[in-house]
């Protein structure tokens, strides 16, 4: 892992949000949360996180608007999105090409940390 990188998470789960926070910090990572997709953009756009981990269901856009949203940004172009839904939620609703991968939920936060850890790599 490598230290002092930021990952930002997108989930309007606060509990999702804090347990995903506690496991990545205890990897030295610096993690932000947002509880909806406007938040996400604007912490995106502050912060500048290596990492973005979106969920695709937001109270106020999908997964793939943010995703759009941010890649349209010069800080965003390059931005390693990874994107946590449901297993009922996988198919054609999600655009796979905005994203670098993607988590199923629900997820061991242990697999979820060694996924991050694999694209911090990348």
Not at 19 to 48: C, D, Y
Not at 52 to 75: Q, W
Not at 76 to 99: H, V
Request: with cysteine; hydrophobic share 45%; glycine share 10%.
């Amino acid at each position: 892992m490598i230290m002092g990188s930021k990952v930002l998470v997108v989930d309007d789960d606060i509990d999702i949000c804090g347990l995903i926070s506690i496991a990545l910090k205890g990897k030295g990572l610096e993690v932000r949360t947002a509880e909806n997709g406007n938040a996400g953009i604007s912490a995106f756009l502050e912060f500048q996180p290596d990492i973005v981990l979106l969920d695709h269901r937001l109270p106020d856009m999908t997964g793939n608007d943010v995703a759009r949203k941010l890649k349209a940004t010069p800080e965003g172009k390059a931005a390693c999105i990874i994107t946590m839904t449901g297993t009922d939620a996988f198919g054609e609703e999600i655009d796979m090409a905005l994203y670098s991968g993607s988590l199923k939920k629900p997820f061991k936060l242990a697999d979820m940390v060694q996924y991050v850890e694999q694209h911090m790599k990348k």
